[in-house]
Structure formats: structure tokens, C-alpha cells
């Protein structure tokens, strides 16, 4: 049962209250094909990912980039049961989708990266902290139903 | 593998960054702590709280290395033999680390460049971090 100190709960929220899903979600998903480019193996079906800019402007990139912002808003809202919010999600990831899940923890540095140019100066190393142990408790949620 | 078009990259962004080698530096050791408690181990000799002189001169020193090392990727083995054998005898820092502080680099580059530290840029500084971490284990065993 992960404990979330105040600091930690109030940067959460904080941090995707002032950060835009549309945008955030698709430069960092972009972002992930672009440095982890193994990663398009999941994405055969998208269109062009054939450059940085053509992977930048894909459509479909970044629909699936704000869809899975909202995927993470879930656990926003529900930080206290992460692990259940996610049970369906993990299983469609491992049975439908057959997802490596350490590309889960590659999509979150990325995430940290994006989120980490936007606020600049105010993503400070205890902000830092407190917002990858969030995405590793997600990324974890997201793994567990792998078998 | 780096094209030349990223070794290019990469050396200008460490040229660049070159005057603010202690405030990046510095900002990257105190991330690792922050996020990965287990790496202050290392420095329970140094005084690492914000802004201290250890930490600074201590950052200082990991980017102009990292700098160095940028100016001639291909070298990389030989400009870096006596960190290898600093870090393989006397410090034996656990590799792990080496991740560890690679990832608090991007980020700390993401915050000073903010939208110029672009998806291209990010993918070939990772490269690099991974590279100079990987030659800095050489001799380890």
C-alpha cells in the first residue's frame, strides 16, 4: 500500500492541473519514438513514423498521445488505488496489445522530460521525485497483470 | 550508434552549455538524490545540500568532463582513461548509478533548454550519456 506524503499529493495534482493533455500526451509519446525508436513496433499501424517531424505531426500519434493523459488522469483521481484502477487497462496492454512492459517505464522518462521543459525551474528535484513516483506506481499498476 | 549529424549536435550543446557547467551539474546531482536516495552513499563525505561548494564544484567538474568528451566522440576511450581508472579502483561507484545520473542529466537539460532540448537532441544526448557511462564501467572488471 504506497503512502503519499501531502507534498507528493498536492505536486500531482498540481503539476496535471496546469499541464495541457493535448499537448503534453503527443510530445511526449512522439518524443518516445523518436529516442526509443523499437518502440514504433506497436505502432505499425499508424502511418508515416518515418522521420522525428513525421512522427511530430502524425495524427494519429498525437490522438493516442491525449488519450493516454486521460489514461493517467485516472490515477490522479485515484491515487489511493492505483493498482485497481488499472486492472483492465493492464490486461488489455498484456493479452490484446502484448506490450513489453518495460516500454511502460521508457514512456514515462519521456513524460518526466516533456513536463520537465514546460515547467522549467519550478520542476525542482523534490517535484522531480514526488512525479516519478507516481508514474512508477502507474507503470507498476500497468505491469501487473501480466502473466 | 551516433550519426555525425549528433556528434555535431551534441558538442555544440555541451560547448553552449560550457558557462553554466556548475549550475547544470549541480542540478542533476541533487535530482539523483532527490529521486534515487541510495546515490547519496556515495557522498557521505561531501556537504550535498543546495547550493553548498561541494555540490557545485562537484557538477562542475561532470560536465566539463562530459564536455571534454563531446569534442571527439571517437576518442572517447582514450580522453577518459584516467576518470576509468578513478571510478574502477578508487571510486567503484555501482554502474547502476551511471543511469541513474544520466536520466537526472536529460531532465536537468530539459529545464535549462526547455523547448530546444528537441525529441532529436533528447535521442542523441541519451545516446551519449550511454556511451561515456558505458566507457567509464571499462575497467571495472
Known amino acids: ?147 | 550508434m551516433l550519426s555525425n549529424t549528433e556528434k555535431v549536435l551534441i558538442a555544440e550543446i555541451w560547448e553552449s552549455l560550457t558557462p553554466v557547467a556548475e549550475e547544470i551539474g549541480a542540478d542533476a546531482l541533487l535530482r539523483m538524490f532527490a529521486c534515487f536516495p541510495g546515490s547519496k552513499t556515495y557522498f557521505s563525505h561531501f556537504d550535498i545540500s543546495r547550493g553548498s561548494p561541494h555540490l557545485l564544484s562537484h557538477g562542475k567538474k561532470i560536465v566539463l568532463a562530459l564536455a571534454e568528451g563531446s569534442k571527439d566522440i571517437s576518442q572517447l576511450t582514450v580522453t577518459l582513461t584516467p576518470l576509468q581508472i578513478m571510478h574502477a579502483y578508487q571510486l567503484r561507484i555501482d554502474p547502476t548509478n551511471f543511469k541513474l545520473l544520466s536520466h537526472c542529466m536529460l531532465v536537468a537539460l530539459s529545464c535549462h533548454m526547455r523547448d530546444d532540448f528537441t525529441a532529436v537532441a533528447h535521442a542523441a544526448m541519451d545516446k551519449y550519456l550511454s556511451a561515456f557511462a558505458a566507457v567509464l564501467s571499462e575497467k571495472y572488471r
Open chain 1, 1 to 147: 500500500m504506497v503512502e503519499w506524503t501531502d507534498f507528493e499529493r498536492s505536486t500531482i495534482q498540481d503539476i496535471f492541473s496546469r499541464i495541457e493533455y493535448g499537448v503534453v500526451g503527443p510530445a511526449a509519446l512522439a518524443r518516445c519514438l523518436v529516442v526509443y525508436p523499437w518502440t514504433q513496433r506497436y505502432f505499425g499501424s499508424f502511418g508515416n513514423l518515418y522521420n522525428a517531424d513525421a512522427i511530430k505531426g502524425n495524427p494519429m500519434i498525437s490522438k493516442h498521445g491525449t488519450t493516454i493523459m486521460h489514461g493517467l488522469d485516472r490515477a490522479v483521481k485515484n491515487m489511493d488505488d492505483i493498482i485497481n484502477t488499472y486492472t483492465e487497462l493492464s490486461v488489455l496492454h498484456s493479452e490484446k496489445l502484448h506490450v513489453d512492459p518495460d516500454n511502460f517505464k521508457l514512456l514515462a522518462d519521456c513524460l518526466t522530460i516533456v513536463v520537465a521543459a514546460q515547467l522549467g525551474k519550478e520542476f525542482t528535484g523534490e517535484v522531480q521525485a514526488a512525479f516519478q513516483k507516481f508514474l512508477a506506481m502507474v507503470v507498476s499498476a500497468l505491469g501487473r497483470q501480466y502473466h
